[in-house]
T-cell receptor
């Protein structure tokens, strides 16, 4: 099976712009979770989707949003980018509930905000 | 709210020495606990989970509810164990996201 695929792998934006990141989960996986990874804070939970419904949301401002499509692919969007949004954004998929199963991570999308 | 604390940002040990990566959690209910590992230039991946009580790559971890800890141990460190290790917790009730600690970088010195 192909692993979790994230695009783009690298991107550079300037403050005030917006960005959309994409995630294709492992075939058959219905749950997609997003995390922000930074050296100082580690992995911080953004949101989790299951069957096109957002089931959980982390403590991030409303500028961070996401969605999941009927084929389980997911996108996240960050509007009005700030310097502090520079991070590696990781997507992970699982067959069902993340808490009871293994999360399979993608390689991440590295966002740099100038 | 649940919280995971990994007190060491960096842990350096010599090859063949024992390793213990500390993880403490804060949660009043019944937790599910995991260790994830990220080797250089590889994806973050599950190492082991407490419920399976297994040993992976020589690593074990025991859930101590009294001390709210889930330390990762290996009796003899190998150079290939050098990586970033994350402890993660979820509520046993399900339908909750995994909460990760900030991670500990293990460096095994030859």
């Amino acid at each position: 099976k192909a692993g979790v695929t994230q695009t783009p792998r690298y991107l550079i934006k300037t403050r005030g712009q917006q960005v959309t990141l994409s995630c294709s989960p492992i075939s058959g996986h219905r749950s997609v979770s997003w995390y922000q990874q930074t050296p100082g804070q580690g992995l911080q939970f953004l949101f989790e989707y299951f069957s096109e419904t957002q089931r959980n949301k982390g403590n991030f401002p409303g500028r961070f949003s996401g969605r999941q499509f009927s084929n389980s692919r997911s996108e996240m969007n960050v509007s009005t980018l700030e310097l502090g949004d520079s991070a590696l954004y990781l997507c992970a998929s699982s067959p069902g509930t993340p808490s009871t199963g293994e999360l399979f991570f993608g390689e991440g999308s590295r966002l740099t905000v100038l | 709210a649940q919280r995971v604390t990994q007190p060491e940002k960096l842990l350096s040990v010599f090859k063949g020495a024992p390793v213990e990566l500390k993880c403490n959690y804060s949660y009043s209910g019944s937790p599910e606990l995991f260790w994830y590992v990220q080797y250089s230039r590889q994806r973050l991946q599950l190492l082991l989970r407490h419920i399976s009580r297994e040993s992976i790559k020589g690593f074990t971890a025991d859930l101590n509810k009294g001390e709210t800890s889930f330390h990762l141990k290996k009796p003899f460190a190998q150079e290939e164990d050098s990586a970033m290790y994350y402890c993660a917790l979820s509520r046993n009730s399900g339908n909750t996201p995994l909460v990760f600690g900030k991670g500990t970088r293990l460096s095994v010195i030859a």
